[in-house]
């Protein structure tokens, strides 16, 4: 639940359902990498898309949970 300008592990699980990503809010994180990955290797066309979502949060200045963070660096970049 996003609690004031904080994005948690369940919102940005949610921005990766809006975005079409394979997965279900009922997975951990650290599944959600390897799924992800996987999907984004498959359909390289989705990764900007999803690049562009990221970088909006990061313009409202929300903060992440360095779980979320991590994410984005190892699946994103």
């Known amino acids: 639940m996003m609690f004031a300008d904080l994005v948690d592990e369940v919102d940005f699980k949610a921005l990766l359902i809006a975005c079409s990503a394979p997965i279900t809010p009922e997975q951990t994180l650290e ?3 390897g799924v992800v990955s996987k ?4 359909t390289p066309e989705m990764r900007e898309p999803l690049r562009a979502e990221v970088r909006a949060l990061e ?3 929300y903060s ?3 779980e979320v963070q991590d994410f984005i660096q190892q699946v994103l970049n």
Do not use: G, H, V
Request: glycine share 0%; aromatic share 8%; charged share 40%.
């Open 39 to 42: 999907w984004l290797q498959e």
């Open 59 to 61: 313009k409202k200045d």
């Open 64 to 66: 992440l949970l360095p």
């Open 31 to 33: 599944e959600c990498q």
